[in-house]
Every structure is written in C-alpha cells, then in structure tokens.
C-alpha cells in the first residue's frame, strides 16, 4: 500500500488584515480521492486551504491558507509519501505588497500589482524521486486537452487530470485523465465520488502498483 499526498481546497492571499483573493474550490474533489484512497488500503495525508468541506476522519490534515504555505507544507510531507495528486486549485497570483491596515475607500478606482506564486505541483514533479510519482490537475476554460498536455510536461507528472470551470464548488465532475504520454486512457462525468473511484484505481493501477511490482 501506498501513502499518498493530496492537495485540496483553495489558498487565500491578502490584500490588507480583512480583504483576500481566492476562487470557490469546496475541497470536495480532494475529499472524494481521500476516501477512495482510504478504501483502498492506502495512507492519506490531505493538506488543504480553507474549506467547508469534511475530510476522512482517517486522513491526516493539515490546514494552510496561503499559496506559500500549501508549498512548503506540501515539500515537508511529499518527502516521506509515495506519491501526490494535486487536487487544490492555490491562487496563482498574490498582491506585491499586502497591506497592514485596511485600504480605505477613496471613491476611485483601486489598482492591484500582483506578482505569480510558486507552483505547487510543478515544484513536487521536478523534485520527486525515481520511487515517486506527481498527478496532477489541470482546470481550463478552453483547449482543455492541449493546455493538459502542456502542464503534463510543464509540471513534471505521471499523469494529469483535465476538468473544467464547473467542477468548481460542485458535487459533480467531467474529467480526461492523461498518461505520461498525452494519451487518454479514462474519460469519467458523474459525481465527484464516482470520478474519484476511476482516478483513484487508474492511478493504482498504473502507478502504484508499477512502482511497487518495480521495487523502487
């Protein structure tokens, strides 16, 4: 059996102590792998960003808020794990300087620098193990299969999971799940269990189970 790293949820990245950018990831995709993975035998390790949603009383989680922080949470405990799917959808931007007090109204308009954050799975795929391996999610509002194929490489995985906006805060998912080669080897719509039960056994299948049978 394997232990297995999910990321999940949203990161917040502040503009002042009260204001934040984020998106409406619920973590229930995140969840939904952790219980399947669970059913399986597997270990579990969730570090996720804010979120309503309930994890697996039997997964460890960690809680985190910023990008930075899922990062580095993510490197400590990819370390001593099998594998990671990167379930999270983390804030791919935040402001170049956070303010400490509230930004008050001016009755203009308010202009916003903002600066990329670290990539999270991008940073595990580049630095796994040869007895590790990174899947990864790629959500596209177009082009979803080439953008898939180009973060699949990009990012250094195994595999890479292709969804779209409406997966976002919804119990429901249609997905392309792709090998290392671009190939589509499971297309699943359902709800996000239903999607987590074939990604969780394709991945099993096709990446766990090789490790193992390779004894790396």
């Known amino acids: 059996m394997a232990k297995i790293l999910i990321t999940s949820g949203p990161t917040r ?4 102590p ?3 950018i984020s998106n409406a990831s ?3 995709m995140g969840a939904a792998l952790a219980e399947t993975a669970l059913r399986l035998g597997h270990e579990v390790v969730i570090v996720s960003g804010p979120v309503p949603t309930e994890y697996p009383s039997a997964a460890h989680v ?3 808020v910023t990008t930075d922080e899922m990062l580095a949470a993510s490197q400590s405990w990819f370390a001593g794990c099998d594998g990671a799917i990167g379930a999270a959808a983390p804030c791919d931007y935040m402001p170049r300087i956070v303010e400490t007090e509230k930004i008050a109204k001016t009755g203009g308009p308010l202009t916003l620098q ?9 940073t595990l795929g580049q630095a796994k193990r040869d007895d590790q391996w990174v899947v990864g999610f790629a959500l596209e509002t177009n082009d979803r299969r080439f953008r898939a194929t180009v973060k699949l490489e990009k990012k250094h995985c195994d595999m ?3 969804n779209g906006p409406t997966a976002i805060d919804s119990d429901v ?3 392309e799940l792709l090998d290392i080669a671009g190939e589509v080897v499971a297309r699943v719509k359902g709800t996000k269990q239903e999607v987590a039960d074939v990604l969780i056994a394709e991945i099993d299948r096709r990446l766990i189970r090789k490790t193992i049978a390779s004894g790396k």
């Open 13 to 16: 990245q502040y503009l002042d």
């Open 18 to 20: 009260v204001r934040y």
């Open 26 to 28: 619920s973590g229930r």
């Open 62 to 64: 960690v809680p985190v």
């Open 114 to 122: 903002l600066i990329e954050t670290p990539d999270v799975v991008a």
């Open 160 to 162: 890479i999971i292709s």
């Open 173 to 175: 998912n249609d997905v």
